[in-house]
């Protein structure tokens, strides 16, 4: 079992950048790659971004490709998302994962953190 808790969310004006971090109670660098999804009130569940196991490689959605960008701190079991030029069309409730096998948008994740609310105002 693998828990991951999202923290760093909050209200930002538009233009603006904020850091989400994604801990995880074990280690998961070399063992899980990790996902970024967001879910906006009324839509469905979107993958934002995702990096390999090992972050040798890192994919992102049309939506925020050049704006946002995943990094890690692997001695503090750690992942981060930077969001630059945020849009109001970012609000959402933002949510890490991992998996074990396979990487990015059509990846099966394993485990889920509770998520955490951005809010970008104009």
């Known amino acids: 079992q693998v828990q991951l808790v999202e923290s760093g969310g909050g209200l930002v004006q538009a233009g603006g950048s904020l850091r989400v971090s994604c801990k995880t109670s074990v280690r998961t660098w070399d063992r899980y790659a990790t996902g970024w999804f967001r879910q906006a009130p009324g839509k469905e569940r979107e993958f934002v971004g995702g990096?390999?196991?090992?972050?040798?490689?890192?994919v992102y959605a049309d939506s925020v490709k050049g704006r946002f960008t995943i990094s890690t701190d692997n001695a503090k079991n750690t992942v981060y998302l930077q969001m630059n030029a945020l849009k109001p069309e970012d609000t959402a409730v933002y949510y890490c994962a991992v998996s074990y096998i396979g990487w990015g948008a059509r990846a099966k994740y394993d485990y889920w953190g509770q998520g955490t609310q951005i809010t970008v105002s104009p």
């Open positions: 990096i390999s196991r090992g972050g040798g490689g890192t």
